[in-house]
Each structure stands twice: as structure tokens, then as C-alpha cells.
């Protein structure tokens, strides 16, 4: 704080400072997180279902008429919600109202039902009971179908060979449309992706992408990294792809059967912005499901490096056509942009290579990324498909001049730290950018779900996660509830959090440090792992020791001696010694 010392806040800059703050204990309150695994067969208890029908209210249903929650309540109360000028403390405080409101609608709703409700928010808010009750008989719909759970009747008629009825695989709160669970989850029409809908919402991600680099970083990104996921684009209808479309600066073209089958350019004065480079790399589960979708996108990077377009305005024109004069190669070549694994392979395998502590040099990472996915999809100039030709070069050649990265989050569910595939995806691909430009590219992630569109860095989210889920007690006590599995997850969360030190090096050393404090330094914490699971409770502290040997980690050499000293406790416990 001696910089403060040095100059004294203001009034203002400090309650500033304080509001920013409080928007950030805001963030992590609001956040919604599984306190527990699902159990198989098991329906939701009364809680889990209050967050969920809440959140569920929280946006627009055009599909059954009705409107958000928040914003009826706002409207009603005469609030103007940041909609007009106003300081950031008012437009707190209103948000706060609106959101207590509604937390209690919600409540009543579960104690007496609609008619209740619907009364108390006239009474509470002014909304009126016809805009009200058809967002109450949406949340009742849900209800019931919350209270029952035929997964474990549609598994024993599966395994007897019998007809499962299909429902639509999404997340709940974008489709409570998925609701009964236990169906025959379907997928998607590539043709129909992405959606009108997801057009739209991707305008606004990428808007505020460019801004907040271009901000951070003086000017737009010249070439960016996109990670691009199947079930992703299943449940968000093609967001990523949309966004991968606006970087480019190109709009979807349907047939007269609405399908998705070209692209065309938004012109310049439009988009008011330079056509950004992207380099595409897919899962293995996108290049099955979307293959159409692959082709729109190769097809739409040949199209806009096409246009007679100046080149400070049209980074695929300038990139392209860069390498063609000083390589001598085809624009073939210099074209290919959308990677992903050799067909019938998948995934990047650069999870396994950290959590099994298997490299010593990052480059070795970077290097494994590039091998497994280096295969080019999409067509040449003569219209022949490429079918995953391996090209590593100019998968380098390409990631040689990204300066971010970024992979769209679908859902609340399953965030950074809950799977090793976020950082072999996106972690993965940094690193062999890093290896490429020896420099660390910018790192973001957007929630696709969130009710105000947030792009975050990394770093943020990792911090973010880590306070929502790793560090709070409301979700491991959750976990605890669960024994064995429960310690499992809990340490699955901290090897996935390296996992970003690994790739990212996006993990502040305070983040161990409090790993360690309320897992391992706690005695009584400590003697609850091991009970439950000596295994995991071992790997914790494992991982802890290595963020520390690998320099991830300023550990206080006291910590490190005890954090050994229990480690060989618990492996005697395994061994049967203690
Ligand atoms: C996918 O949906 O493409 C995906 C899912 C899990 C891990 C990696 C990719
Ligand atoms: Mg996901």
C-alpha cells in the first residue's frame, strides 16, 4: 500500500475502489455452483431447485411468452436498471432490490404457489399478474418435472432393448426444454448452426472481446486462437462458430430451407472494425458432429482473404497474403486455418501429459498440442476436401502470429477448474502460441450464459472459479457429502487449477497458499480426507508439492516441510504402516 501512501485516494477514487470491490463479492455470491454431484436417479432437492428456477426466470422466454424476471420487477418499480445515466452505487443498489424481489417471488412461489406469487409481485413490485403468471406456469412446468427422475427406469428399459423417448441435449437454464432427464439425448442439425439467436448474442461477445484487448493492449488482435467444442455449440446453438464468424466479419447465408450453406461478407462500413484473423482448433467431437459447419468456416476464411479490401482493415488479406510473397507457397497453404485431430483421433492428450507430471520443458507441451491436432479440414481452390491432411507447418505458421486466445464457456455447470479439457484446449493451444511468437498470448473466456455477457481474462476466471467452487465451504461440504468421490473432485479441482500454471501459468501463488490452508494446514480438515480418501487427500498434497517445485508457487519453506512431512504420513496410512 505504499503507493497509496505516496497519493492519498480521493474521496471518489476510493469509493470507486470500494464499489469495484463489492461488485466482485457480488460476482462470486451470484454465481451458481452444484453443491454436490448428481446422483443418478436421484431428482433435485428443494435448494438446488429455488437457484434453478431463479436463474431459469432470469431470462427471456419468447418461446412460451414469457419475460425476464429481473426485467419486470425493474419496469414495475419505475427502475432504470444502468439503463440511464447514473452513479455505479445507485445502479448497485437497484440491481440489489430487484434481485432480493425476485429471490423472494421465487420463495413464495415454492411455499404457495403461482396465484400466490403472482399477488405478491403485484402487491411487492407492481407486475402485472398476466405478465407475471406466464413466467410462474414455465418455473411450475419445471417444478414438476424437478420432483421426478425416470433415469434410472429409462437405463433398465435401454439395457432391455426398449424404445427410450429423444429429448434436446442443452444446459437447463438455456433449455428447460431438456427436462425430464433420462430421454435419448439428440443433438443437432449442423445446417441449422449457428441460430439466428446466436448470431446475435456472438455480435455482442466479440464486440466486447476486441474492446477489452484492444484496450489492454493499444490496438486489435492481428490473429487470434479459437478453441471450438461440439457439445458447446450443440447447447448454445453455434455460439462459438457465430463468434468465429463476427471475428472474420462474415454473416451466415441459408437456403429456402433455412439451412446454413455459405457465408457472405459484412461489408467494412458495417463492421467498423478490422476483419480479425482467427486460427480455428476443434475437438474431435466438433469435427464428427459439424463437419458442414467446418467447411462454412474454411470457406469463410477464403472469402474474406479474398476481398479487395486495404490491408490494415483486413488482417486475413494482409496475413495470407504476407507468407504467399515471402514463402512462395499457394494460398492452399497459406489459407488453412481450421485444425483439429486426425480423423478417428481425439483430444490433445496434453491433460494426461500434466497430470501424470510427464514434462520437464513447456515446449513440450506445446509441441504435443501441435501434434495432435495439426490436421487441416476444409476444401482447396480446385473444391477437393482436405480431410484432415497433417500440416503442422502451417498450423505454426499461423499460431506464429496470434496474440490471443479465447474459448466461449457454454455453461454454469462445468467452468475451468471442473475438467482437465479446458486447459488441454485452451491451455494448450496458449502454449504452442507461446512457443510460436516467445511471447504469452492474452487469454479470455466469456460466459455465454451469464445474465450481463462478460468477457474475462483467464486469470480472472481461475480466480473467479477458485472462489465460487475450490475455496468455498458451501460446495466442498457439498462434495464431502458424497465420502470417497467427494475428496476426489475436490482434488480434481486443484490438479485442473494447475493445470493452468502448467499451460498458462494463470494461477496466482495465493491460490495454493489457501488450497493448502484449508485442506491440508487444517487439522481437522486434513484427518476428514484421509479418512474419506487417503488416495486423493495424497495427490492434493502432491500437487501442491510440485506447484511449488515448479515455481508456481512462493511457498514458505515451513509450509513445504510440513506439506512433506504429511505426505508421507499419508502414504504410510496407504501402505497400511499407520
Ligand atoms: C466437445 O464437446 O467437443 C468436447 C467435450 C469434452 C472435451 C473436449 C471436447
Ligand atoms: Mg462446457
Request: proline letters at 4%; a negative charge.
Amino acid at each position: 500500500m505504499t503507493e497509496n501512501q505516496e497519493h492519498p485516494l480521493t474521496d471518489e477514487e476510493r469509493d470507486a475502489r470500494v464499489l469495484a470491490l463489492y461488485e466482485q463479492v457480488l460476482e462470486i455470491e451470484q454465481r451458481l455452483i452444484p453443491t454436490g454431484l448428481h446422483v443418478f436417479g436421484r431428482a433435485s432437492d428443494q435448494d438446488e431447485c429455488a437457484d434453478l428456477l431463479r436463474m431459469v426466470a432470469s431470462f427471456d422466454r419468447p418461446e412460451v411468452g414469457a419475460r425476464a424476471l429481473p426485467r419486470l420487477v425493474a419496469e414495475g418499480l419505475g427502475l432504470r436498471l444502468g439503463t440511464a445515466p447514473m452513479s455505479a452505487e445507485e445502479s448497485l443498489r437497484e440491481r440489489e432490490r430487484v434481485d432480493a424481489i425476485v429471490r423472494e417471488a421465487v420463495a413464495c412461489f415454492l411455499r404457495g404457489g403461482i396465484d400466490e406469487a403472482c399477488a405478491w409481485l403485484e402487491t411487492t413490485a407492481r407486475v402485472s399478474v398476466e405478465q407475471s403468471r406466464s413466467v410462474f406456469v414455465l418455473l411450475e412446468k419445471i417444478r414438476e418435472q424437478l420432483q421426478v427422475n425416470g433415469e434410472l427406469d429409462s437405463l433398465s428399459r435401454a439395457l432391455c432393448g426398449e424404445y427410450i423417448e429423444p429429448g434436446p441435449g442443452a444446459d437447463i437454464v438455456q433449455n428447460p426444454g431438456i427436462l425430464p432427464t433420462g430421454r435419448n439425448t439428440h443433438a443437432v442439425n449442423p445446417y441449422t448452426v449457428p441460430s439466428d439467436l446466436a448470431f446475435a448474442r456472438a455480435e455482442r461477445v466479440v464486440k466486447l472481446l476486441l474492446e477489452r484487448h484492444a484496450a489492454e493492449h493499444g490496438r486489435y488482435p492481428q490473429a487470434m486462437a479459437l478453441v471450438l467444442w461440439g457439445l458447446d455449440n450443440i447447447k448454445t446453438q453455434g455460439e462459438g462458430v457465430a463468434q468465429a464468424l463476427w471475428l472474420l466479419g462474415v454473416r451466415p447465408v441459408r437456403d429456402a430451407m433455412n439451412r446454413v450453406i455459405d457465408v457472405e461478407p459484412i461489408p467494412l462500413e458495417q463492421l467498423r472494425r478490422p476483419r480479425i484473423d482467427v486460427v480455428m482448433t476443434v475437438s474431435g467431437i466438433f469435427r464428427d458432429l459439424f463437419a458442414a459447419t467446418m467447411g462454412l468456416l474454411d470457406k469463410a476464411v477464403r472469402c474474406v482473404a479474398q476481398l479487395d479490401e486495404p490491408a490494415e482493415l483486413n488482417f486475413v488479406r494482409r496475413n495470407i497474403s504476407g507468407q504467399i510473397d515471402a514463402e512462395n507457397c499457394s494460398f492452399d497453404e497459406a489459407a488453412l486455418r481450421v485444425f483439429s485431430n486426425a480423423p478417428g483421433n481425439y483430444g490433445t492428450n496434453v491433460n494426461f501429459m500434466v497430470m501424470d507430471s510427464q514434462w520437464d520443458k513447456d515446449d513440450t507441451l506445446a509441441e504435443l498440442f501441435v501434434t495432435r491436432k495439426c490436421f487441416a479440414y476444409g476444401r482447396d481452390r480446385e473444391g477437393r476436401a482436405l480431410e484432415g491432411r497433417e500440416a503442422p507447418g502451417a498450423m505454426k505458421r499461423a499460431l506464429s502470429r496470434v496474440e490471443a486466445t479465447y474459448q466461449n464457456l457454454d455453461s454454469f455447470e462445468i467452468g475451468v477448474t471442473d475438467v482437465d479439457h479446458y486447459f488441454e484446449y485452451l491451455g494448450g493451444v496458449s502454449k504452442a502460441v507461446e512457443k510460436q511468437t516467445q511471447a504469452r498470448p492474452a487469454i479470455y473466456v466469456s460466459d455465454s450464459l451469464a445474465r450481463e455477457t462478460k468477457v474475462r481474462t483467464l486469470s480472472e476466471t481461475v480466480r473467479l472459479e477458485t472462489r465460487a467452487k475450490t475455496l468455498n465451504p458451501k460446495w466442498y461440504e457439498g462434495m464431502l457429502k458424497h465420502g470417497f468421490r467427494g475428496v476426489a473432485e475436490i482434488e480434481s479441482h486443484v490438479a485442473n487449477t494447475f493445470g493452468w500454471s502448467a499451460t498458462a501459468d494463470a494461477v496466482d501463488g495465493w491460490i495454493y497458499t489457501e488450497v493448502a490452508n484449508t485442506f491440508i494446514l487444517d487439522e481437522g480438515m486434513l484427518a476428514r480426507l484421509r479418512d474419506l480418501n487417503p488416495h486423493s487427500a495424497r495427490s492434493l498434497v502432491a500437487r501442491l508439492l510440485e506447484a511449488e517445485g515448479r515455481g508456481f508457487w512462493e511457498a514458505e519453506q515451513e509450509v513445504v516441510d510440513r506439506l512433506r512431512e504429511i505426505f508421507s504420513l499419508l502414504e504410510d496410512r496407504i501402505e497400511g504402516v499407520a
